[in-house]
């Protein structure tokens, strides 16, 4: 499916019925990361999968800023008519779903963040390395984003009013510091590490997740 917003337009997938449910991918991905775990949660929830811009389906752009992907978010929402929707977002999309809570708490049921970061130096130095790398090669201005981006500061996180799970693998390429930074910066916030997990392991074409959405938002 497709909708057009302030000339950005989004290709998404919806499925189920229930309570809305916003899931959000990180960066490179496509919404079909996310398939095995719809199945699972599908009976409980409508899910709605979002290519993010510049992302399977969606529209391109000369550049990307995480800024306009939130934007991109709270428009969809608004448009849809939904009504106080969970956000799932992991690794960008979990940024994106930070930024979404920080601007319009009131308007979101709770969320999800799976490998969030604050800034690029939240990034162990290996990955940073291999990103800088990956752009050399590759002038992808999405992988330039993850670069320069995103620059939150831990205060900022004090505008997010709204139940939040923070989650990390305990071999992320997520500093844990700060993961736990992030946490410690929202007020209703649980804090979850995943042992033997990586960044990706227990997300992409994972059902982990399952017990987690339907424990605290069924």
Known sequence: MFIQLNGQVLSYEKSGCGRPLILLHGNGEDC??????TEN??????????????????????????????????????????????????????????????????????????????SPKGLIFSARNEIKKMYKESGNPLVKLMIDEPNISPEDLHAINVKAIIIAGDKDMIKEKETRLIASNISDSQLIFLGGQDHSSYVVHSTMLTDIILQNFL
């Open 32 to 37: 079909h990361i996310f398939d095995e775990l």
């Open 41 to 118: 949660i599908n009976n409980n929830f409508e899910v709605y999968a979002i290519d993010s811009r510049g992302h399977g389906g969606s529209s391109t752009s000369s550049e990307y800023h995480y800024a306009d992907m939130a934007s991109d978010v709270i428009n969809f929402i608004q448009a849809l008519e939904l009504s106080k929707p969970i956000i799932l977002g992991f690794s960008d999309g979990a940024i994106i779903a930070l930024m979404v809570a920080m601007k319009c708490s009131d308007m979101l049921g709770g969320i999800i963040c799976c490998g969030a970061n604050l």
